[in-house]
């Protein structure tokens, strides 16, 4: 079955500093893809990121930088000088073929940044 | 205007209410969602439209009602709910195959 775990609840950082958000995410399925969503209190999800399970090439977008590790099941999240426009919840997430049609979410990480 | 628009961004309803959301979607997907979203659990998938055809329905109760007339908009509708049901109700769209859903800011549902 799949899964997807986001074993940080809550996190609160100071402005500037980096910050990872960790996923772990269980399938079968030899082809799937992963996802990086923020939510900011205004509700609307924003998509960040999707990675293919065939490329383990980590990404960097500004302050942004993904690391996924298949050896570890992993797709962690790292700001690098964090602000406080960063704060929101941000979920990971899993489509595989086996539920081809349902993107299944982690329970997120509320990340804070304080001024 | 461009995304994912729901409406309406807040609904207050009684139990014996009849009231529907609606979605529409800018952005010539060929796939809509509904997902639910209640405090302290994960975003939970209800219904999956594909090309205009219901292809997943997860054992959601019979008060929730889609309704996809064509490929830009989509429904839901409501009635008899129950206070358990007060959440915030996303609609999404994508193209298939893997592809990222862009969801709406979302109509937080509160039922009395």
């Known amino acids: 079955a799949q899964k997807v775990t986001q074993a940080q609840t809550e996190i609160s950082v100071v402005e500037k500093e980096d910050v990872t958000l960790d996923c772990v995410y269980e399938t079968r399925d030899t082809t799937y893809y992963l996802f990086w969503y923020k939510q900011p209190p205004s509700g609307e999800l924003v998509f960040l990121i999707r990675r293919n399970s065939f490329d383990e090439q980590n990404e960097i977008s500004g302050r942004y930088s993904w690391n996924f590790q298949k050896s570890t099941s992993s797709f962690n999240f790292t700001i690098t000088a964090s602000q406080v426009v960063d704060s929101a919840v941000y979920f990971c997430a899993l489509i595989d073929q086996t539920g081809a049609n349902n993107l299944f979410f982690g329970t997120g990480t509320r990340l804070t940044v304080i001024p | 205007e461009t995304g994912v628009t729901q409406t309406p961004r807040h609904l207050v309803m009684g139990m014996t209410n009849k009231k529907s959301l609606k979605c529409e979607q800018h952005l010539g997907h060929n796939a809509m969602y509904w997902y639910k979203q209640s405090a302290k659990k994960p975003l939970e998938l209800m219904f999956v439209y594909s090309l205009e055809e219901r292809v997943e329905n997860n054992s959601v109760p019979s008060r929730f009602s889609p309704e996809c007339p064509n490929s830009s908009h989509l429904f839901l509708h409501l009635h008899t709910l129950q206070p358990e049901d007060s959440a915030l109700y996303l609609c999404?769209?994508?193209?298939?195959?893997?592809?990222?859903?862009?969801f709406g800011n979302g109509t937080r549902l509160t039922v009395t």
């Open positions: 999404a769209s994508s193209q298939e195959g893997g592809s990222p859903l862009h």
